[in-house]
């Protein structure tokens, strides 16, 4: 079946932007997950929803980093006003009952 | 929370070797996967395996949770396996995977 998608694949934005990224789960994946994956470094977690319940936006770096997901379906990821160093590229991943992740090909964001 | 630690940083091996990568984290986990990210940057999810040993053709992994470590065995590697190897742990109440720095392969032919 069908995997994780995310668009755009590639964004490239001037500083003080706002920019949205699409991630398309899974369907029947009641998880959702954003990442970020800065050049020759870790995966660093962002946020993370689960069904109904209210999302956990612990790893958000600040507040121009906001994202939302409709039920069990799509989810966006805004960054208002950007920054130079949110240039990265941001993952994002499903999964059935927050167990096994897959991962979309990522959207790699290059702030200018 | 959790500490997530690999082993070794960076390996470079010939076709045909085996290989051993090793995961060790800091408190009892409820989730642990391998993942290994190729060179275009695609994530695959190798295995999920809080306890236990799986096998997946040339891969293993086994996972000694009262030891808090997990292993990821590559034998006969191909080129096709370069890439960085991934761990990700989550813990107590938590199902969002911390993940470790990864391990660097390089496999030349």
């Known amino acids: 079946g069908a995997g994780v998608s995310q668009s755009p694949s590639n964004k490239v934005t001037e500083k003080g932007k706002d920019v949205e990224l699409r991630c398309d789960p899974i369907?029947?994946?009641?998880?959702l997950y954003w990442y970020r994956q800065r050049l020759g470094q870790g995966l660093e977690f962002l946020i993370y929803f689960q069904g109904n319940s209210a999302p956990d936006k612990s790893g958000l770096p600040s507040d121009r980093f906001s994202a939302e997901r409709t039920g069990e379906s799509v989810s966006t990821l805004t960054i208002q006003r950007t920054q130079q160093e949110d240039s990265a590229v941001y993952l994002c991943a499903s999964s059935l009952e927050s167990r096994r992740l897959d991962f979309g090909p990522g959207t790699r964001l290059t702030v200018t | 929370g959790i500490q997530v630690e690999q082993s070794p940083p960076d390996l470079i091996l010939q076709e045909g070797a085996n290989s051993t990568l090793r995961c060790n984290f800091s408190d009892s986990v409820n989730n642990l996967q391998w993942f290994h990210q190729n060179p275009w940057g695609q994530l695959i999810n190798l295995f999920y395996i809080p306890s236990g040993t799986k096998q997946n053709g040339r891969l293993s992994a086994t996972t000694v949770a009262t030891e808090r470590y997990s292993l990821l065995y590559i034998s006969s590697s191909q080129t096709t396996d370069s890439g960085v190897y991934f761990c990700?742990?989550?813990?107590?109440?938590?199902?969002?995977?911390?993940f470790g720095r990864g391990t660097s392969l390089i496999v030349h032919p």
């Open positions: 990700a742990v989550g813990s107590g109440g938590s199902y969002i995977p911390t």
């Open positions: 369907s029947g994946h009641t998880a």
